[in-house]
Nanobody
Framework: QVQLVESGGDLVQPGGSLRLSCAAS????????MYWVRQAPGKGLEWVSS???????RYGNSVKGRFTASRDNAKNTLYLQLNNLRSEDTAVYYC?????????????????RGQGTQVTVSS
């Protein structure tokens, strides 16, 4: 059974940092592109980042230069380092897996994702 479990969300002040984690199980983690997406209050899902099995990364314009995605294929874990946080980064953050092994499909709302972790940026 495929499972994705996010953790690490918290309340943080503007300018602060957080590190989110996503523990994956039930599939060959090292073979899949993985994604981070977020959903702000009252808004739709927004793609944040993609990371390939070989650690190539891509970012949305709103987070480029502030967020860094990484992964540890030996630990089946995905990470997102969030720096210089802003109030507009407040959202539930989800990790998701591509539907196809070793192929970059580009994120789709149809992809399996975890239950999410809440990040709140406020003073």
């Amino acid at each position: 059974q495929v499972q994705l479990v996010e953790s690490g969300g918290d309340l943080v002040q503007p300018g602060g940092s957080l590190r989110l984690s996503c523990a994956a199980s039930g599939f060959t983690f090292s073979s899949y592109w993985m994604y981070w997406v977020r959903q702000a209050p009252g808004k739709g899902l927004e793609w944040v980042s993609s990371i390939s099995p070989r650690l190539d990364t891509r970012y949305g314009n709103s987070v480029k230069g502030r967020f860094t995605a990484s992964r540890d294929n030996a630990k089946n874990t995905l990470y997102l380092q969030l720096n210089n946080l802003r109030s507009e980064d407040t959202a539930v953050y989800y990790c998701a897996k591509d539907s196809k092994e070793r192929i970059y499909s580009g994120w789709s709302p149809r992809f399996l994702r975890g239950q999410g972790t809440q990040v709140t940026v406020s003073s």
